[in-house]
């Protein structure tokens, strides 16, 4: 289990600006492939003990879940092909779920200081919205919004 006192040690502040992420180092690592660790902090603030706990449990379910969320982002994949989106953006439609981390630029965990975890993906199908995946114990929503899985396809509510 990755525990809150080694991800302490791992993180260092990432930019001066008004938010700033802290970032782990080393990253977690996946069935699906790495991804890093961000605390989002006020400019100069420090991460308290509860978000390096919320921190260490999605670090945890992103390892035991890994194929969970490589299944959302691939029913997200769809969801935007079925929406006409990917021409706009040059992603080339058809992908099979094996293929579809090629078109995703990165995957972060991300505790932010209202104690708000969630998957991050930066997809090209979507680069101005991303896709958010809200952790709270489970995935629960899908940028904001309650979903099924229902045989491999989004179904937003």
Known sequence: MTRPSDLAQNFAPNHPFS????????????????????????SGGR?????????????????Q??????????AHYRYAEANQ???????????????VMSEV????????????????VNPHWDPEHKLDLL???????VNGEAFDLVDGTLVLR
């Open 19 to 42: 938010m700033s992420p802290w970032l782990s180092n080393p990253v977690v690592h996946t069935a699906v492939g790495d991804m890093a660790v961000e605390l989002q902090m006020p």
């Open 105 to 120: 630029d990165s995957v972060a965990l991300v505790v932010d200081p209202e104690l708000v975890a969630s998957v991050y």
């Open 85 to 99: 989106w990917l021409d706009f953006w040059d992603v080339p439609a058809g992908l099979t779920r094996a293929q």
């Open 47 to 63: 991460p308290s003990a509860e978000m390096l706990e919320l921190a260490s449990r999605l670090a945890e379910y992103a390892k």
């Open 65 to 74: 879940h890994a194929e969970h969320i490589l299944d959302l982002i691939y």
């Open 135 to 141: 952790f709270e114990g489970t995935i629960t929503a």
